[in-house]
C-alpha cells in the first residue's frame, strides 16, 4: 500500500484545513489508519486513528473537540479536517495505515510503532 498525504499549507490561528491521504496499490484489504505529527526538534506524536468501518475513532486530548478523522473507502482516502487551529499545530503532518479489520481501536495504535505504511508528510503552518 503507497499513501500520498496533501491539504498541508499555511493559515492563521482560528483557520481550518482538511488533509487527505489517499491508497494506492494492495488496497483490497481492511486497514486501519491514524495521523500522526512531528514538530521541528520533536517526536512523531499521535493525533487520530480510524478503524477500517469508520465508526471507531480515536484523538489526542490536544486535538480532541477540534479534529475530525473520516474515511471514504470507496474512494481509498482518509480526511482529517482540522478546524480552530492554533500555532501549536503546526508541524509536519503524516499520514499511516496497517492491515486491520478489527472493530475497535487499540492502545497499540496510538503509537508509529503500529504502523507499516506510511505517506510522505505534509506541512501545516498556523501563524498567530
Known amino acids: 500500500v503507497q499513501l500520498q498525504a496533501s491539504g498541508g499549507g499555511l493559515v492563521q490561528a482560528g483557520g481550518s484545513l482538511r488533509l487527505s491521504c489517499a491508497a494506492s496499490?494492495?488496497?483490497?484489504?481492511?486497514?486501519?489508519s491514524a495521523w500522526f505529527r512531528q514538530a521541528p526538534g520533536q517526536e512523531r506524536e499521535f493525533v487520530a486513528a480510524i478503524t477500517w468501518s469508520g465508526f471507531r475513532t480515536n484523538y489526542a486530548d490536544s486535538v480532541k473537540g477540534r479534529f475530525t478523522i473520516s474515511r471514504d473507502n470507496a474512494r481509498s482516502t482518509v480526511y482529517l479536517q482540522m478546524n480552530s487551529l492554533k500555532p501549536e499545530d503546526t508541524a509536519v503532518y503524516f499520514c499511516a495505515a496497517d492491515h486491520s479489520s478489527a472493530r475497535y481501536i487499540y492502545t497499540r495504535w496510538l503509537t508509529p510503532d503500529a504502523y507499516k505504511f506510511w505517506g510522505q508528510g505534509t506541512q501545516v503552518t498556523v501563524s498567530s
Open positions: 496499490g494492495r488496497t483490497d484489504s481492511a486497514y486501519a
